[in-house]
Structures are given as structure tokens and as C-alpha cells.
Antibody
Framework: EVQLVESGGGLVQPGGSLRLSCAAS????????MGWVRQPPGKGLEWVGN????????YYGDSVKGRFSISRDNAKNSLYLQLNSLRAEDTAVYYC???????????WGQGTLVTVSS | IQLTQSPSSLSASVGDRVTITCRAS??????LAWYQQKPGKAPKLLIY???ALQSGVPSRFSGSGSGTEFTLTISSLQPEDFASYYC???????FGQGTKLEIK
């Protein structure tokens, strides 16, 4: 079964850091671009960033550029999101997603909640 | 590139035909996807490249348009279709603000 499972969410203070993980299974992970999308409670979807198959190229949304970093370990079939300098407005469910050939997100994880609060 | 969905919310009945519109602030050719999201669940891909139906998605869903105006149509609403719907421009990856489809 094709599956993505996120972990690492939790409560963090403003200015703090957190690392999210996404474990992939059921497909050839190294063959796909991967991405992160977030959703603040009760609000819409916001693209966070994408990473190329081999990790050599990364792209970020304006609101997280310079604070968040995406990486991957193809040997471990894992995707990561490092969140630094966290703000209250970063509070959201964070989803990892697979990017299909036509650039849409075709497989999604269940999401992990990050809460930024003192 | 900004995406504007209309309406923001919609009430409809089982069996109705429903259309949701997504307008782009500039020409995005056919680089548009549509997703369905139910409360507490991850989004699900419905349509890619504006009109291609994702595998496993019922044929009552269809997408059309190119350039700056796109539509998602549900030909005959089923109870499981009441959800939120989002368009996404797959060059810059920005999303529309969403349309909440509720039961009348």
C-alpha cells in the first residue's frame, strides 16, 4: 500500500525549533519529488515547499523561506521538514505529499499538528 | 499568481449539479489541480492538468478550463461529496481559498 506517515509535531514556544519526519512506503521514494503543505486550524491549504528527487533542488513558499528547510534521505525513504524561528502563525497541521508527473500532489500523509504557543 | 475560488460556500442537495470556479490572476495554461478535503482528513486529488481525472475518482467529477478560468463540476451530488474543495496552481503551487459544499 502506498503510504506516507508524518511524525514529530507538538507544542513549541515562539522562537523555537522542531523537526518533522515523513516515512514513505509502497512506492519508489527516490523517483518522486516530494512536498509539504500546511493548514492552520479552520483555514485553507498553504504550500510550504518541495524537494527534488535527489535533494539537489528545493523551493519554498514566501512565508517560510529562510526559516524552514526541507531535506530527504532516500536510503531511509524519509522526508524531513526543519522548522526554525517558529511563530504563532506557523501553528498548523503539516502534511507531506508525493508529487506526481503532472506536478499535482497525489498521495498525502495524515498530517501532524504543530502548535506554537507560550 | 493568485487563485480566487467562487463561491466560498455553497448549499446544495443530493442529486444536484454543482459547479465551482477558480480564476487565476494570470495565464496558467492547464497547470491546475483540484482537491477534495473532508473534516479531519488529508486532501484528496480529484483532477490534474485542469481536466484529467485522477485514478479511482468517480466520473461524476469533471474539470475544464485553461488560461485564467477553470471549473470543477459534480454532475450529480452524492452524500459523500459534501466537503471542501481547493484548486491549486501547480507551477507556483499556490492554492485557492477553498469552497465549502454543504447540504441544503
Amino acid at each position: 500500500e502506498v503510504q506516507l506517515v508524518e511524525s514529530g509535531g507538538g507544542l513549541v514556544q515562539p522562537g523555537g525549533s522542531l523537526r518533522l519526519s515523513c516515512a514513505a512506503s509502497g512506492f519508489t521514494f527516490r523517483s518522486y519529488w516530494m512536498g509539504w503543505v500546511r493548514q492552520p486550524p479552520g483555514k485553507g491549504l498553504e504550500w510550504v515547499g518541495n524537494i527534488k528527487r535527489d535533494g539537489s533542488d528545493k523551493y519554498y513558499g514566501d512565508s517560510v523561506k529562510g526559516r524552514f528547510s526541507i531535506s530527504r534521505d532516500n536510503a531511509k525513504n524519509s522526508l524531513y521538514l526543519q522548522l526554525n524561528s517558529l511563530r504563532a502563525e506557523d501553528t498548523a497541521v503539516y502534511y507531506c505529499a508525493r508529487i506526481q508527473t503532472h506536478d499535482a500532489f497525489d498521495i498525502w500523509g495524515q498530517g501532524t499538528l504543530v502548535t506554537v504557543s507560550s | 499568481i493568485q487563485l480566487t475560488q467562487s463561491p466560498s460556500s455553497l448549499s446544495a442537495s443530493v442529486g444536484d449539479r454543482v459547479t465551482i470556479t477558480c480564476r487565476a490572476s494570470q495565464d496558467i495554461r492547464s497547470f491546475l489541480a483540484w482537491y477534495q478535503q473532508k473534516p479531519g482528513k488529508a486532501p484528496k486529488l480529484l483532477i490534474y492538468t485542469a481536466s484529467a481525472l485522477q485514478s479511482g475518482v468517480p466520473s461524476r467529477f469533471s474539470g475544464s478550463g485553461s488560461g485564467t478560468e477553470f471549473t470543477l463540476t459534480i454532475s450529480s451530488l452524492q452524500p459523500e461529496d459534501f466537503a471542501s474543495y481547493y484548486c491549486q496552481q501547480v507551477n507556483s503551487y499556490s492554492f485557492g481559498q477553498g469552497t465549502k459544499l454543504e447540504i441544503k
